[in-house]
């Protein structure tokens, strides 16, 4: 993987004043990588061999899931022990206590909660301590920018919801088109469309559907308010716009999808023959039934082809009850209405499986077993055994501790559902799935290559 620019590629090594009877030279070594998922290490040096060191991070970040939400500060702590060397690999070394235990690479990052309520001004800092015995040794601090430097925001008037952000340089590049929802949170033009630019891409965001609960966004006007019969076909709109593009290699287009634009991605990968690439995290292996305001259970479909809607697998009457207990803010299981469905509708199972072994290109899955949104982890199965007896690979992540939400890179503890040890889990399957998720669109459009 290749490092980030811009100096995001640091070694800081800064060292400080010890208390009396501490080695003098302690000293941080903090480097950036810019490898997704796990692109900061951290390791400590020159403390007593086999001392006991508290290592505490601090961040300002802005919680993008919370409208209103102020940047706040967070911060984490941890425990080491230093070995014989008298260092300490947060990589490696498992953490004693604090923030989270045991050995993980992000758990200084992902394990980070609010400093106080009190807002603060955005900083692209990192900030980093070690103290033994309550008592800071050294410190250090990495600056880690949100946005490279030439990313471009282009609105398109012909697709609405839609905008190009081209990566920059001359010649052509590989694109990715990012499938979702309406942008709202600008989530994905701060985080996810920058460090996919920094790789090498130019990326396509594609929305499917409007606000559909909420104040209407005007990015998206035109677009489907529920999520009934949203059109695959539409998005050969975005590649004929991509291919007026000197910039775009239009052997080169990917397509990336999460949860419901995961499925939408899957099959929109059986009806386009110029999709080279696919990542569908947390998909379907079927079409389901729509869903949204005024909809009635059992009458729609959530896609359509043509202006034909798809065959689909509708859910089960206890849909009512699960969403009943979402409107109450209280823990609901989607998944059970729709396992429901389909073992009560098997014939419709058939009809509306995703024909994934039709694709010939190039696929990633990602799914967890714990999934309550829907069996992810199955789906992800299905799929993959069905490419299997047509003679096709797939490269795929089965994540038996996470449940639903294994998209981001794993850093950002805004971006965390559970609690208590799932949440570590699901930080783990963040990071990894996306580790892997770039891994495989560089491997097959081969960024800055041919």
Partial sequence: MKRRSLALAITALIAALAPAGVAQAQSFEVEATGTPGQNIKVMLADVPPGSEVEIRVQRSIKHYYRRGTPILRYQSAARFKADEDGRVDVTTSPSLGGSYNGIDPNGLFWSMQPVSEEAVEADDKIYFEALIAGTRVTSTSLELP????????????????????????????????????????????????????????????????????????????????????????????????????????????????????????????????????????????????????????????????????????????????????????????????????????????????????????????????????????????????????????????????????????GMDPTRLLEEGTARAAEAQAQSQTWAATIAFFNKVLKPGGS
């Fill in 146 to 409: 949100m946005q490279p430097a030439a990313v471009e925001i282009i609105e398109i008037e012909s697709l609405p919801g839609s905008f190009f952000a081209p990566h920059p340089g001359p010649g052509k590049h590989p694109t990715l088109i990012l499938v979702d929802g309406p942008d709202t949170l600008g989530l994905s033009r701060a985080v996810e469309i920058p460090q996919l630019v920094e790789q090498g891409y130019s990326i396509l965001y594609f929305a499917t559907y409007s606000v559909i609960f909420g104040a209407p966004d005007k990015a998206t006007n035109g677009l489907p308010t529920r999520y009934v019969d949203i059109p695959i076909d539409r998005l050969q709109e975005a590649y004929d716009w991509l291919a007026q593009q000197a910039s775009v290699d239009t052997d080169r287009i990917g397509l990336y999808g999460f949860s419901r634009n995961g499925a939408y991605v899957v099959l929109a990968a059986t009806r386009f023959e110029w999709i080279r690439a696919v990542a569908g995290i947390s998909p379907s292996d079927v079409v389901w039934e729509g869903w949204g305001p005024q909809v009635r259970l059992g009458t729609t479909s959530s896609y359509s082809w043509k202006g034909e809607p798809l065959p689909y697998v509708p859910y089960s009457d206890n849909y009512f009850r699960e969403t009943a207990k979402l409107a109450r803010r209280e823990p609901a299981r989607l998944r059970t209405p729709m396992d429901e469905g389909r073992w009560q509708n098997p014939d419709r199972v058939a009809a509306a499986r995703i024909p994934i072994e039709s694709y010939r290109g190039s696929l990633f899955l990602a799914g967890g077993e714990q999934d309550n949104m829907w069996s992810a982890g199955h789906m992800v199965q299905n799929m993959v055994e069905r490419r299997a007896e047509a003679g096709l690979k797939t490269e795929f992540l089965v994540l038996p501790d996470a449940g639903h939400n294994v998209i981001s890179d």
